[in-house]
């Protein structure tokens, strides 16, 4: 559970011109060169345990909103490459490097939510640029896995110049005890809670792993709940929650949401509606939704996600 002043989500490696190169939300097609060796390694390593086990319980869930996901899913050639722009760096002659190299602009006009300062170009193929570093606001981070936590580390020092890294607190702390620790201390906290990564989870090289992993499954949406009652605990009335998770699951979306909603009487949801509307060009939404949730579908020409987002506010 990361707990930032603002929910803005922190990708766990170094990345590119100070902001996200993302293989895994993507809707172009990369080069035939590069789009050979993907297919190639796709019909290797496409995990059919795992497959399986989503055509089971997504076919349910999604009906035949389904067929097409899965499409999406199995075929990195027609994953999108997105890079996001440091907002707090300008840079005419990094954007005119993007064009000239085949991205073009995301969100072309002025959107609710969106500052007019962030920019996210996408591309047909994936590279990668150098980083820039930028002013950031002050805010704590936790990671309590010891990989991701280096990653963590190597971002902030792509990102941050030294005079304020000292802004920036990192910590290892079981996410399920921080809000015993630090009671309502944020403002507003990002919960980016361990899920069962479905676009990852299809390419698991070790079945027996993959095995594992779908027996693990069953156990997430208690570990999310407690970080969420932990999030809440660490919120300061008024304050806001956002909750996000890479999986198409509604034992480990909505039902999580759902759970806290009726035990957490200081809790309400937030209608986040509007945004869908104002980006659907770029995104496509699952319909049946609540007010206070979107769940991102992959869709080929728009191959974002999955991803779900809700959020809640303290009161």
Known sequence: MRLPPAAARLLPAPLPAGAGLWPRRGAA?????????IKGKVQKQICQVVLDHFEK??????????????????????????????????????????????????????????????KCYISRTPRRFPAQKHQTGQFHCNEYDDLRSRWLKQTMESFIPDPLVNLITVSKLDGRQIGDFKPELYDKVLVDAPCSNDRSWLFSSDTQQAKLRLIQRKELSSLQFQLLRSAIKALR???????????????????????????????????????????????????????????????????????????LKKI
């Open 29 to 37: 097609r990369p080069s035939e060169q590069v789009e050979n060796k």
């Open 237 to 311: 009335p008024g304050g806001s929650l956002v909750y996000s998770t890479c999986t198409l699951s509604k034992a480990e979306n909505s039902d999580v949401i759902n759970l806290i909603l009726k035990s957490c009487a200081n809790v309400m949801p937030v209608d986040i509606s509007e945004m869908a509307k104002a980006v659907s060009q770029e995104f496509t939404f699952l319909c049946d939704t609540q007010q206070h949730e979107l769940l991102v579908l992959p869709e080929k020409g728009k191959a974002w996600g999955p991803m779900y987002v809700a959020k």
């Open 57 to 118: 319980q997504y076919t349910v869930e999604l009906g035949d909103k389904w067929t097409s996901v899965r499409d999406v899913l199995t075929c990195p050639s027609c994953w999108q490459y997105a890079i996001l722009l440091n907002k707090f760096s300008q840079s005419a002659e990094l954007e005119n490097t993007l064009r000239v190299k085949g991205y073009h602009l995301a969100f072309r006009g002025t959107l609710p939510y969106l500052p007019r300062s962030l």
